[in-house]
């Protein structure tokens, strides 16, 4: 059973940076992809970034966060992290760490992000 397990959220105020982990139970090699969601209070959960892991670790990000977020993967320690930098009040939400396989869909239990103005 795989697990993914979230840590480094917390309160920042706007304008600093935070970096958010995310360490998988198992071989991240064995997930196409994996990728960072977030859902602030009475909104729907929203992509932020993505990573491929099969091929070439190629990167998406939500438009929101393009040129402020970065998504990156470490294969041997089976983590995948998100930083966070020029943090805005509206990056407020829960994050939450998803992976997919060709048959599966695993998410971790969030972690908060709270950005002060």
């Known amino acids: 059973q795989v697990q993914l397990v979230e840590s480094g959220g917390g309160l920042v105020q706007a304008g600093g940076s935070l970096r958010l982990s995310c360490a998988a139970s198992?071989?991240?090699?064995?997930?196409?992809?994996m990728a960072w969601y977030r859902q602030a209070p009475g909104k729907r959960r929203e992509l932020v970034a993505r990573?491929?892991?099969?091929?070439?670790?190629?990167?998406n990000y939500a438009d929101s966060v393009k040129g402020r977020f970065t998504i990156s993967r470490d294969n041997a320690k089976n983590w995948v992290y998100l930083q966070m930098n020029s943090l805005k009040p509206e990056d407020t939400a829960v994050y939450y760490c998803?992976?997919?396989?060709?048959?599966?869909?695993?998410w971790g239990q969030g972690t908060q992000v709270t950005v002060s103005s």
């Open positions: 990573i491929s892991i099969i091929s070439g670790g190629s990167t």
């Open positions: 998803n992976a997919v396989t060709h048959t599966n869909d695993y």
């Open positions: 198992g071989s991240i090699r064995s997930f196409n992809v």
